[in-house]
């Protein structure tokens, strides 16, 4: 990306640079509000500036909205990127959608699963493979819903959600530790993505809400063995975001949600990527186990 500084830049001239950039992305006519949405990521991409430059860094849940979001943030931060899903079509989607503009960025696209051992492993050596080392930072993204009121919850949908969630976290964050201890690493970051509901509850998410519960005792767990080796480990808490996880809820529950969300409105999986960079980066050197909500206000308190 074009670097411009802040200062220096007039918005009529960052906004031929936007409808530059729009154009080698796509053929199609770009509207007023495509432009507005991209002079701000745009901005916020140079307020960002490189704080991943020669990082590897692996994102599972990659193929998809806050995991595809993540990717993109740390492409731009200047990382070199691992997209690892299960659905390995969209993995390499994103792949496609990832910046290059920093030298020696080299992105790939893996296909996992997170709740098998075999698969995880797999994909750690296939990286340690290609790049000679392993990720010093990894984000654990992959996750699933399986909603149903808890008296009538099949218990083989409540495994499911916890095999995903819960032991896919465990699963990734043992081995990508494990090979940053071996290779003597001088630091790595590691971030999870818990809920919201994991703190407060959700009608109909017994699964997921004890999933992601788990998720944050298994953070704080971590950072409390891990930082003797150099390695810190984080939670995000998202509330309710727009990407094809919450598509699947009805207008109706969407509505009586936002009302009761103080800021009005649901987040963008960019608003999420946001703070999984500020934890991978050195900007939160000195902070480890802890859960940082971005959730616009909803269940402060
Ligand atoms: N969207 C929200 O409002 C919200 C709120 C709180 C937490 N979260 C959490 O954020 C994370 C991302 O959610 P999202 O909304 O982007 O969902 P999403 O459905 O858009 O993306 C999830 C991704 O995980 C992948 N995945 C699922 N099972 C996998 C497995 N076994 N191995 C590897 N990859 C697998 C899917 O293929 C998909 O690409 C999840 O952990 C979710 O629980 C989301």
Do not use: W
Not at 92 to 113: C, F, I, P, Y
Not at 144 to 153: N, V
Not at 192 to 205: L, R
């Amino acid at each position: 990306m074009t670097f411009i500084p802040c200062m220096l830049a007039s918005r009529s001239f960052l906004l031929h640079v936007c409808q530059q950039q729009l154009c080698q992305h796509s053929a199609q006519l770009i509207k007023e509000a495509d432009i507005s949405r991209y002079y701000t990521t745009l901005l916020t991409n140079m307020a960002a500036c490189s704080r991943l430059i020669s990082r590897l860094t692996v994102v599972t849940g990659g193929g998809s909205g806050i995991g595809r979001a993540v990717c993109q943030r740390f492409a731009t931060e200047g990382a070199s990127v691992v997209v690892a899903d299960r659905n390995e079509e969209s993995a390499n989607q994103t792949l496609e959608l990832l910046s290059r503009d920093h030298k020696g960025q080299e992105h790939m696209a893996l296909g996992v699963d997170v709740s098998s051992k075999d698969s995880v492993e797999k994909l750690v050596t296939n990286i340690q493979r290609r790049y000679f080392q392993p990720p010093s930072v990894c984000v654990n993204a992959a996750g699933i819903t399986k909603d149903e009121f808890l008296l009538k919850m099949e218990e083989d949908d409540f495994d499911k959600v916890i095999e995903i969630n819960l032991k896919g976290t465990f699963l990734v964050t043992q081995a990508v530790s494990k090979a940053l201890v071996s290779a003597g690493a001088a630091k790595g970051s590691i971030i999870t993505v818990g809920s919201i509901v994991g703190k407060v509850g959700n009608i109909g998410q017994v699964n997921y809400s004890s999933s992601k519960s788990g998720v944050e005792g298994l953070t704080r767990t971590a950072a409390k063995e891990l930082s003797k080796f150099g390695i810190r480990c984080n939670c995000v808490l998202p509330g309710f975001i727009a990407t094809p996880m919450t598509d699947k809820v009805p207008d109706k529950v969407i509505d009586k949600l936002t009302a009761i969300i103080p800021m009005g409105r649901m987040g963008e999986p960019a608003e999420v990527a946001d703070a999984c960079a500020f934890l991978a980066s050195d900007d939160s050197r000195y902070i480890t186990g802890i859960s940082i909500e971005v959730a616009g206000g909803l269940f402060i308190g």
